[in-house]
């Protein structure tokens, strides 16, 4: 069973940096994530995707430039550096298996497995 957990949220003033790590287990050479975001009263919005062998990543227009995902296949963990943090990226972040990601965007997959999500909040 794929299970995938979030860690390295907090609280930054604006211009931080913060890391969020996604691990998961059960996944497999063809598994894909992706990062996801969501604040209050808002729709939930894609951030960023690669594909497990690094053959294909999407980085949303919103955060190209600050936002930078990796991942480290002996460890199945999934990276989010977030760099020059706003107010405006204070959301709730989640990662999801998807069934693809290319460099225009990803395809959901109809498992919809994600994990609980960790905050991360940018003060002014």
């Known amino acids: 069973q794929v299970q995938v957990e979030e860690s390295g949220g907090g609280s930054v003033q604006t211009g931080g940096s913060l890391r969020l790590s996604c691990t998961g287990s059960?996944?497999?050479?063809?598994?894909?994530l992706g990062w996801f975001r969501q604040a209050p009263g808002k729709e939930r919005e894609a951030v960023s995707c690669?594909?497990?062998?690094?053959?294909?990543?999407y980085v949303s227009n919103a955060v190209q430039g600050r936002f930078t995902a990796s991942r480290n296949n002996s460890k199945n963990t999934l990276y989010l550096q977030m760099n020059n943090l706003k107010p405006e990226d204070t959301a709730l972040y989640y990662c999801?298996?998807?069934?693809?990601?290319?460099?225009?965007?990803?395809?959901?997959?109809?498992?919809?497995?994600r994990g609980r999500g960790t905050q991360v909040t940018v003060s002014s």
């Open positions: 999801e298996v998807l069934r693809a990601c290319y460099d225009g965007g990803y395809y959901v997959s109809p498992s919809r497995i």
């Open positions: 690669i594909s497990w062998r690094g053959t294909a990543t």
């Open positions: 059960g996944l497999t050479a063809d598994s894909v």
